[in-house]
């Protein structure tokens, strides 16, 4: 025998398939080879009826495939196909390992491309076909029409599909198809689904043509209120080109767009195209699915083989149109980070095209949008002049979102104020447009105002997690949301948010953004002391930049070296990169992260002599506008003018800054601010006064885990002549994060529920409690509340 020399397997392949007598032998066979060196594997699909008995034997379900595997899988089967199109197979197959192999072998190879496309309701393989071909082809005409009417609609309502039917149906017809287990009707006969996806596409499938061109004929006419669903409908059933259906469809892309649905408008778009009458709009369409695809969607392979179709179809336009050039600008800037080109791309066509400058023509108001991208990125005032005055010949006036734009993100520093009370009335209006809320952040980055829409932004990126949200607004969130809680002091969570943000840029291939989050987690690594990781990421993003012309992404690693040199104490260091972000004497214009660094350049000068440097600064400082953007600007304004007065007239400017409201917001910058002051009465011999600043300023970085400014506040506190030993340092093993963390677990919250206030996994709030633990003493939750109560009493009991 064959297993005495070697082991062997026997396979079944779909008992269900298999007689009686088949399948008694089977079952005899395979309970006798029970611990000898045969083995037996049959497989059954799940549900199915067969003879097979499987008692005494061992049985595994298998599971569909998770989201990361069926991605995999289609990559290494299909790595022609477009990642939107795997997406939707990987959508419609529901971890079917067969369904993710054969559903792309269906679709042609402009659909595969993403150049055409995709149906509703996706083709199936021969192979596909055959698995419910049978049952199908064997229910009633009329079964069979109300299911295909069913599987085009897509939305299981049976009230749309029996008035599709015009009378010749009822929900009656469906008990054929119920028996037969394709769908299941709910008890009050309102919904229909059908049992697995794939079903509805054999139904279409095996559906003529002309009987699916009626089909979704008979559901537009009963669609006339909803817009989108009747255009699509229409398109399926046009034959040969039509511009009216065409203009319907665009319109349907338009609304898709404003409901952040970026692929679904990039579909209709693109089927919109494919029903052009005319060269010229067909381009124009297929440029203009192109644009939302880099735009919104996170598709640059789809947008360039789409771009490359716009000039195939008609070259002129497929070259000048506004979409065109900016799509073309986009992939120059992500690919090779070439500002100067994609710029000069961009202007040239603004400057070319027949708009009139017309404030309504959305090609040219997104064309503007990007290139105040383009300019900030450039670092160079010198960039604006041309877009300030394509501003100027807006007519009847320029979009309010953009006018704000160019104030309160260029040079906020000059023009930012004057724009606050309409950047106050977007901010009210704000709805769930993705790309509104994303936009509105922009203007509201260097107004320190991204907190008071905290929640648009929370949701967005939640959105973005779970796949329905455009992958450029979800990385926009990311990197709002991070700045905003590198601000609060939430540094765990900014980093946190900045890895994920890194995560999604090598995902989707979004090189050029990657040195955002870079400048994030470089800042989080500069305040906490680690130099090192700081300095890596810094020169990670300098040696991308810099050739480039990327000198907007260069300021803000300035930045981060800065706050990096600062809490290592290196001061020189501090003050030759402070210089680089903005000369001493000036807040660099058209570089807006230069206000963010005034007080360290300031703090830098003085603590290296450099007197007359500093007090021009802050003369700069006070001379401008930025005291007039946010409270917090304003506190680096007041104190920057206090360190550089002398003597006791310093006191009361200090007093002033510190007096100023939501310090909560802004605990880092406070508790430096506190430092200063503190150190100033020290050297005024005001010795209670400066312990109390000095007291608080090292509480504000031990609770943020700034240890090389903890380390200073708590020398100074020495110097004069108090113990920091009282001053809260047994919470200073805790970072703001996990003290949140560990009150929260105090109260006898659960990790989910810990988890859903601070928007984090329960995984990592689990991961959290496990690091705080050793720190406080303790090894269990039940002892929280007593630790948490010690560190506060050590709180309150340091030397007055």
Known sequence: MISVRTPLLIVVDDLPWLDRATNAVLGFVARRLIGSRIGFLAASRAGAVSFFEPSGLSTRLLEPLDDASSAELLALAHPDVSPAVRRRIAAEARGNPLALVELPTALSTEQRAALAAVPGVLPLSERLQAIFAERVAGLPDRSR?????????????LACVEAATAGRGSVDDLAPAERSRLVTVSADNQRLSFRHPLIGSTVVDLATASERRRAHQALAGVLGDQLERRAWHLGEAAVGRDETVAALLEEAARRRLRRGDALGAVSALTRAAGLSPAAADESRRLAEAAYVGVDSGGELEDASRLLAGAQLAHPATGRESLHAAAASAFLLINRDGDIDTAYRLLVGAIEAGDHGYDASDAALVEALHLLVLL????????????????MDRLTPAPPELLWVIIRTFGDPARTGPEALPRLTKLIAALGDDPTQVVRVGTAAVFAD????????????VEQGRAGTAPVRRYLGALMHLGLDYFHLGRWDDAAELAAEGLRLCEDHDYRFYAWYFQYIQAAVAGVRGDGETSAALTEEIIRWATPRGTHGARYFACHARTLAALGSGDFETAYQHGSALSPPGTVAPYIPIAMWGTMDLVEAAIRTGREKEAAAHAAAMRDSEMAGLSPRLELLVLACEAMTTPGEEAVALFERALSLPDQERRPFDVARVRLFHGERLRRLRATAQAREQLTQALDGFQRLGARPWAERAAAELRASGQSAAGARLGAAALTAQELQIATLAATGLTNKQIAEQLFLSHRTIGTHLYQIYPKLGISSRAALRDALSRLEGASGNGEG
Do not use: K, S
Request: some cysteine; overall charge negative.
């Open 375 to 390: 300019c900030w990125y450039g670092g160079d005032a010198t960039l604006w002049q041309p877009l300030l005055a394509f």
């Open 449 to 460: 105002r991204l907190g008071e829409f905290r929640w648009a932004t929370r949701r967005l």
């Open 145 to 157: 029409e109300m299911l295909l009417i069913a599987a085009l609609d897509g939305t299981g309502d």
